[in-house]
């Protein structure tokens, strides 16, 4: 177990709807990373926040977005849902003192579905 | 954008072999990480290198930092029935907006006991 908590696990809808993902990190963490892992694709970063603020993005498509709250969860909001767009969602944290060095903790993810 | 090209894709082995997997990239990382991914689960860091040419151990698993700062390899020694799963490289740049890790493609590990 990680300490990152991530909600719902699995979760099927239909193409056009709308999605949102949810993250606690680990006790004490500050940075909450977001990644896509698709069978063709690999895991590929969407956008990191750290304490509130975006801090570094990737290939985050417009129809995403995401935000830290106060509390430090996250979530991320997936719109427009395609096809395209089943896949795994892993939300990672990292310590306080080792933000961007690469050690994340990694969540069990949640599996969307599009249909 | 910078890419991670990850060999072999799957390896299938017998419980008591070592096994060998590298990563190369055309551009160089100031960190190279390892991560093992098994099903159901997300990835969980083995290894970190940060200086080029360093060689670090955790148990049975050995990883290296290439010289050139462009590749690293990772060998587990001695196979066993739970070191099955899907291993992944990482190169980390830090500073800017590289703030962010690039993952290879996987191997996958199969071991027959």
């Known amino acids: 177990d990680s300490g990152v908590t991530q909600t719902p696990k699995h979760l099927i809808t239909a193409t056009g709807q709308r999605v949102t993902l949810r993250c606690s990190p680990r006790?004490?963490?500050?940075?909450v990373y977001w990644y896509q892992q698709s069978l063709d694709q690999g895991l590929q970063f969407l956008i990191q926040?750290?304490?509130?603020?975006?801090?570094a993005k990737g290939n985050i498509l417009e129809r995403f977005s995401a935000q830290q709250f106060p509390d430090l969860h996250s979530e991320l909001n997936l719109s427009s849902l395609e096809l395209g767009d089943s896949a795994l969602y892993f939300c990672?944290?990292?310590?306080?003192?080792?933000?961007?060095?690469?050690?994340?903790?990694f969540g069990e993810g949640s599996r969307l579905t599009v249909l | 954008g910078q890419q991670l090209n990850q060999s072999p894709q799957s390896m299938f082995i017998q419980e008591g072999e070592d096994v060998s997997m590298n990563c190369t990239s055309s551009?160089?990382?100031?960190?190279w990480l390892w991560y093992k991914q098994d099903p159901g689960e997300g990835p969980v860091l083995l290894i970190a290198?940060?200086?080029?040419?360093e060689l670090t151990s955790n148990g049975r698993l050995t990883a290296q930092f290439g010289i050139t700062r462009k590749d690293s390899f990772l060998n587990i020694s001695a196979s066993i029935p739970s070191d099955v799963g899907i291993y992944f490289c990482?190169?980390?740049?830090?500073?800017?907006?590289?703030?962010?890790?690039?993952f290879g493609k996987g191997t996958k590990l199969s071991v027959k006991p």
């Open positions: 006790s004490g963490d500050l940075s």
């Open positions: 551009s160089i990382f100031n960190t």
């Open positions: 990482a190169g980390q740049n830090y500073g800017g907006s590289q703030g962010n890790l690039i």
């Open positions: 290198l940060y200086k080029a040419g």
């Open positions: 990672a944290s990292s310590e306080r003192d080792r933000v961007n060095t690469g050690e994340l903790f």
């Open positions: 926040y750290y304490n509130g603020e975006e801090r």
